[in-house]
């Protein structure tokens, strides 16, 4: 990489992030772990969002050591409404390897610290340059951006591959003395100022060193594919209410989509049976179909799969033995207590 203007590019970066940072919980601790969960967290979140179960995921587990055996029904709960939940298990998984393993001690270096369930580089560099102030690459989306247009590299960042390029600029441009700054203040860049759509240019600390400002096309940066089109899948989900108040769930598969979260009954619905036929048949009850509620209608969209859900409260006339493993009438207080994904913690809203 030949930029010419390395050393006036990293001056002004840092700092402006020193003297414009937003106040975030996170970044009033160096303590490795809890950089560690900020990090996971803010994955694929918004900052806004995550605040709250910082904050609250911290109080409850300061240290590695509380969070490594805390059961997995306790821990999705507290993640609750965060979605990815694959998130947290792999976080947990991680912080008992470093119980285990390294007496406590999250790994100072790129190779144990990448070892480690669910840390995959760009984790390993935040950790590593901003609680150890080691100079390692930390390279999201944001960092992709602001560099494809500094530099005016026009790899489409949607390819795997790409991010090496990225991950080679960042290790020649970061600031030796302050990688944390550094890294950070890209990071902030990205999602302050040099934002997808509109960039704020006439705001940039860098645009002094920006190839792509002083060619006058910023915003046609970065180059990026489309993604698969998402699968569409829709649903009935019945609240299916017994004669003493409590309510029909079912727990999901152990493995998949979230996994081990409770739901309300869900059944896909097709043209061939009745999605309350169904629902009879796979749950050994007899609903009553002449007073049929409807509660709301949404979508709820994951990185691949697009649910369309329709659902509705419906009273059990009969129950026989549930025939479902799994399966459970909850009362109220209980279904409070439990894990619940976002379209079923909706739908119970909506219910109370």
């Known amino acids: 990489m030949n930029y010419p203007y390395i050393k006036q590019f990293r001056k002004a970066l840092v700092t402006w992030y020193l003297e414009e940072q937003r106040d975030l919980p996170w970044r009033h601790t160096k303590e490795p772990y809890q950089i560690w969960v900020s990090e996971v967290m803010l994955q694929q979140t918004r900052v806004d969002t995550v605040i709250p179960y910082y904050n609250r995921f911290i109080e409850k587990y300061p240290t590695a ?12 709960k507290m993640w609750e409404g965060l979605g990815y ?14 119980v285990e393993v390294y007496g406590g001690k999250v790994p100072d270096n790129r190779v144990d610290i990448s070892k480690l369930k669910g840390v995959g580089p760009y984790t390993a560099g935040a950790i590593l340059s901003i609680a150890y102030g080691k100079p390692e690459h930390a390279v999201d989306g944001n960092v992709m951006r602001v560099l494809s247009r500094v530099l005016n590299i026009d790899a489409d960042i949607a390819l795997p591959k790409t991010k090496e390029i990225f991950e080679e600029a960042v290790t020649k441009l970061i600031d030796i003395e302050n990688p944390s700054a550094f890294n950070q203040g ?13 960039p704020k240019c006439l705001l940039c600390p860098v645009r002094d060193y920006c190839t792509a400002f ?28 017994n004669k003493d108040g ?15 979260m409770w739901q309300f009954i869900m059944v896909e619905r097709d043209e061939v049976e009745n999605s309350l036929t169904k629902v009879e048949k796979q749950y050994n009850v007899i609903l009553n179909r002449e007073l049929i509620e409807p509660i709301i209608s949404f979508k709820h969209v994951f ?31 209980q279904i409070e207590s439990i894990p619940m994904p976002v379209p079923m913690l909706k739908i119970w809203g909506n219910l109370t």
Not at 186 to 198: D, H, K, Q, R, V
Not at 246 to 260: H, P, Q, T, V, W
Request: proline share 4%; with cysteine.
């Open 246 to 260: 409590s309510y029909l769930m079912e727990k999901r598969m152990e493995e998949g989509l979230l996994a081990n």
């Open 303 to 333: 990185s691949h799969l697009k649910w369309h859900i329709s659902s509705y409260l419906v009273d059990a006339i009969e129950t026989g033995e549930l025939s479902q493993l799994n399966t459970a009438f909850l009362t109220k207080e």
């Open 65 to 76: 050591e509380s969070l490594a055996y805390t059961p997995e029904e306790e821990l999705l």
């Open 85 to 98: 939940y694959s998130r947290v298990r792999n976080l947990q998984a991680g912080v008992r390897e470093v």
């Open 214 to 241: 002083h060619e006058g096309n910023p915003s046609s940066l970065p180059v990026k594919s489309k993604k698969l089109k998402t699968k569409d899948i829709h649903y009935d989900v019945y609240v299916i209410r």
């Open 186 to 198: 890209l990071m902030e860049l990205g999602a302050l100022i040099c934002t997808p759509t509109s």
